[in-house]
């Protein structure tokens, strides 16, 4: 994608958040990461970014950046928004009440740190926030305020995979952050699992 292209898509996603902000609601952007990962706890992010202002030219979907370019972004977003809220689910919690509850929960969370009118969510439904939610499919590729929280949850849950990695070392958590790729199922089955693999998650891998 050229600079030209990136400037036209970044504005897109902006355009897209201040038709919805027009009738002067508060909007926040919400998203997770972690769904997917055999360990660890699902995290959320709840954003308010200022719409008014220029935007930052890669705020985009988490998956198409660079962990090296997350990481940058990240700081931007972070220095520049209006609000931010971080919330997790742990993954007691997920073993507990499945990973779409614990996703909602997570959000939850992390909606409670901040004030808005209307939460637009990456395709989850019915999170019960204290305001309106509208749920968009694939919307951290359609709006700015989801994107922006799509990388704080990413990088958010990336550098907690990091930390994960130094007190249960074996399961390449640094490099995978915690998916099931070969190299972490193979250490799976011969390290077994630490306390924080996901139980309802490893079952096809090991016996429990």
């Known amino acids: 994608m050229t600079k030209l292209e990136r ?22 952007g919400i998203d997770e990461a972690g769904r997917g990962p055999l360990i660890g706890p699902v995290v959320a992010a709840c954003v308010i970014m200022p719409l008014n202002a220029v935007p930052i030219l890669w705020v985009d979907d988490s998956k198409k950046l660079s962990e090296k370019r997350r990481e940058m972004v990240y700081e931007e977003i972070v220095s520049s928004a209006v609000a931010v809220g971080v919330g997790s689910a742990s993954r007691e919690e997920i073993d507990a009440i499945n990973i779409l509850e ?70 390449g958590l640094s490099k995978n952050k915690g998916y099931g790729t070969k190299e972490h199922i193979e250490a799976l089955k011969s390290l077994g699992p630490c306390e924080e693999h996901r139980r309802t998650f490893i079952g096809h891998f090991v016996n429990l």
């Open 7 to 28: 400037e036209k898509h970044v504005l897109s996603l902006l355009e897209h958040d201040r038709e919805i902000a027009r009738d002067s609601f508060r909007v926040a």
């Open 102 to 171: 614990a996703t909602k929960l997570a959000m939850k969370r992390a909606a409670e740190q901040v004030e808005a009118d209307l939460f637009l969510i990456d395709a989850v439904r019915d999170v019960g926030l204290k305001g309106m939610e509208l749920p968009i499919v694939h919307g951290d590729a359609i709006s700015y305020s989801i994107a922006a929280a799509s990388i704080v949850a990413k990088v958010t849950r990336d550098r907690q995979m990091a930390e994960m990695d130094k007190i249960y070392p074996g399961y």
